[in-house]
């Protein structure tokens, strides 16, 4: 809005415009509009008085008034269209798929929902379910804040005009990563992901509850968990994007590297470094052994020696392997999306996916960005990850 007037009417109408939106602040019994055109005539006459020691004309005086009501509608027609913000809501949700895991690990999960700007006012409309994906060493709090998410997602909405739900599960462990799989020793993450918490979602906000239009992302464990709960639960999902997703390929061993971590304590475990902690949250994860506390896991060696069943429990959850067994469900996919940086350490693993789904004539989005592992992760999710769901996943008909 340009303001506009004679010069000799300066200083006094933004100071009287300062009045006028510290009013509007106030309730709105309190604020009585009608006076303020005199009010603000008032401010233009003296200041006028002032800077020329004349009195402004009738005619000058009515311009002036007429310009001063504009301006006050025009503020508050902006303060009544001024796009709404979306709304989060941290939650606990149960799941009972959970209970009594030898890890400890709490039944109890945070959960984020971010809910579109309408969610509020529109009583009776439903809306579509993004689920995303936390990495490794990551909790859902720290996810939310990197972007921070709630304002990736405002932008995307604003920019596609397509508003969804995006809900962000933790799945934090006592090794710092469930890897989205069933276990007795870290709990049913596989199932609370796909089952517990989708029914509470369903069951709690407006959502479209239908595979069509319920959507699964994550980022680097969470794209690894992203792959395998979409391609073993295509009844849950239409809509797939993997971000940087990590440990796609069977994972190699050798006796030397693997016998490094037999023999720790707890206390060595919890303060071990990426390495330690990571081969116990995947032995937890894909190789549990309920009869051997305190881990209540089987390591990829024993005594020393290559252990070739655990080698080959840890290789049968590569959704790489997976792929060959499960091309009718990757292919009832609506879409899938896959990208890693050209800089990322888990690029080998992503163009191998790549090239795997190829092989079988799965159709994917695929990109190699300029970057690394994390370094453009917010941006990304606003303009790439978020806009993929709003193109594809179904919508309520206005």
Request: a neutral charge; hydrophobic letters at 40%; aromatic letters at 10%.
């Amino acid at each position: 809005m340009r303001w506009r007037g004679r010069r000799r009417l300066g200083a006094a109408r933004f100071d009287a415009l300062d009045e006028v939106i510290e009013e509007l602040k106030r309730p709105p019994l309190m604020f009585d509009i009608a006076a303020w055109p005199n009010r603000l005539h008032r401010e233009d006459r003296e200041e006028a008085r002032r800077s020329t020691g004349t009195r402004p004309d009738r005619e000058d005086a009515v311009r002036v008034s007429i310009r001063w009501m504009a301006a006050i509608f025009g503020l508050l027609a902006m303060l009544g269209t001024a796009p709404a913000l979306a709304r989060v809501e941290k939650i606990s949700v149960h799941g009972r798929s959970l209970e009594g895991n030898l890890e400890g690990n709490s039944a109890d999960r945070t959960v984020y929902v971010l809910l579109p700007p309408s969610y509020d006012k529109a009583r009776a409309h439903r809306y579509p379910v993004v689920y995303f994906l936390h990495g490794y060493q990551t909790t859902a709090d720290q996810i939310m804040g990197w972007g921070p998410m709630e304002k990736r997602y405002e932008a995307a909405i604003a920019a596609t005009g397509r508003e969804f739900i995006v809900v962000v599960p933790d799945s934090f462990t006592k090794n710092s990563g469930s890897m989205y799989s069933d276990s007795v020793t870290v709990g049913n993450f596989e199932t609370f992901t796909t089952h517990d918490l989708v029914a509470y979602i369903d069951g709690h906000y407006r959502t479209i509850a239908k595979r069509e239009s319920r959507g699964l992302a994550g980022h680097s464990m969470g794209g690894y968990g992203t792959f395998r709960l979409g391609m073993k639960h295509p009844d849950v999902y239409s809509v797939l994007y993997a971000m940087d997703p990590c440990c796609l390929s069977p994972r190699g061993v050798s006796a030397e590297e693997a016998s490094k971590f037999e023999g720790l304590t707890p206390e060595q475990v919890a303060k071990g470094d990426f390495a330690v902690r990571g081969n116990y949250a995947v032995a937890a994860a894909w190789s549990p052994n309920p009869n051997k506390p305190p881990f209540f896991v089987d390591l990829a060696t024993n005594n020393g020696k290559i252990d070739p069943l655990v080698v080959a429990k840890w290789a049968a959850n590569a959704p790489i392997a997976l792929v060959a067994q499960y091309v009718p469900a990757l292919r009832s996919m609506v879409a899938i999306g896959l990208d890693t940086g050209d800089k990322d350490f888990v690029r080998g693993d992503d163009e191998a996916m790549h090239a795997e789904l190829q092989r079988f004539h799965i159709p994917h989005d695929w990109e190699l960005f300029e970057g690394d592992h994390g370094n453009r992760f917010p941006e990304r999710l606003e303009k790439i990850t978020f806009p993929f769901f709003a193109k594809h996943l179904v919508f309520q008909a206005k």
